[in-house]
């Protein structure tokens, strides 16, 4: 089975700061066949479903502000929270899709 | 607008049953590989379980905790999405999310989630 492990467990971060976020797979998740990496992003909010922010490593989902990026391919990815906003404080998840979807253990964003 | 709603969580004993429900809205349905994740009191996210669509052969895949005690279906006359659980135990303890893929899909992420379901299984 595929282990997605992210870090750090969870960080506080000054308003207008930078939050970055890493997630590792135990393999890589970089498609052969179309050069994509099946890597997502979710953030999830206290009594909310998660809501999907970043996939395929880098591509911002619809209506995500731009101060939320991801980087990253093969085995290595980074979710980044630019310019922190008070409405950022969450807990963020990776998830990979290898024949079955997996999630990270989480992140959780507060303010410092 | 695209919605989905569950329902049929509640309390129920180890070794009990129970059938969730998952209402879909304002996509194709019967186009869509449909999706359970659940997720434990102060805990992450799991996945439990896919369905994929008729054309696709409407077949089933499910981690490795519920396999053999759980199994999805759907009716694509009635837009819905369920979660057949038998045997549960108090682990199955979760809020149970349905969720699926509609302006992603073929990416592996799931860009529409309903609120969610309580099961709680307890003596």
């Known amino acids: 089975d595929i282990v997605l492990t992210q870090s750090p467990d969870s960080l506080a971060v000054s308003l207008g700061e930078r939050a970055t976020i890493n997630c590792k797979s135990s393999?890589?998740?970089?498609?052969?066949?179309?050069?994509?990496?099946?890597l997502n992003w979710y953030q999830q909010k206290p009594g909310q479903p998660p809501k999907l922010l970043i996939y395929?490593?880098?591509t911002r989902e619809s209506g995500v502000p731009d101060r939320f990026s991801g980087s990253g391919s093969g085995t290595d990815f980074t979710l980044t929270i630019s310019n922190l906003q008070a409405e950022d404080v969450a807990v963020y998840y990776c998830?990979?899709?290898?024949?079955?979807?997996?999630f990270g253990p989480g992140t959780k964003v507060d303010i410092k | 607008e695209v919605q989905l709603v569950e329902s049929g969580g509640g309390l129920v004993k180890p070794g009990g049953s129970l059938r969730l429900s998952c209402a879909a809205s304002?996509?194709?349905?019967?186009?869509?590989?449909m999706r359970w994740v659940r997720q434990a009191p102060g805990k992450g996210l799991e996945w439990v379980g896919r369905?994929?669509?008729?054309?696709?052969?409407?077949?089933?895949d499910f981690a490795a905790p519920v396999k053999g005690r759980f199994t999805i279906s759907r009716d694509d006359s009635k837009n819905t999405l369920y979660l057949q659980m038998n045997s549960l135990k108090i682990e199955d303890t979760a809020l149970y999310y349905c969720?699926?893929?509609?302006?992603?899909?073929?990416?592996?992420?799931?860009?529409?989630w309903g609120q969610g379901t309580m099961v709680t299984v307890s003596s």
């Open positions: 969720t699926t893929d509609v302006a992603v899909a073929g990416t592996g992420a799931f860009d529409v």
């Open positions: 369905i994929k669509n008729k054309i696709d052969g409407a077949t089933t």
């Open positions: 304002g996509f194709t349905f019967s186009n869509a590989w």
């Open positions: 395929w490593a880098s």
């Open positions: 393999q890589s998740l970089l498609h052969s066949s179309n050069n994509k990496n099946y």
């Open positions: 998830q990979l899709h290898y024949n079955t979807p997996h």
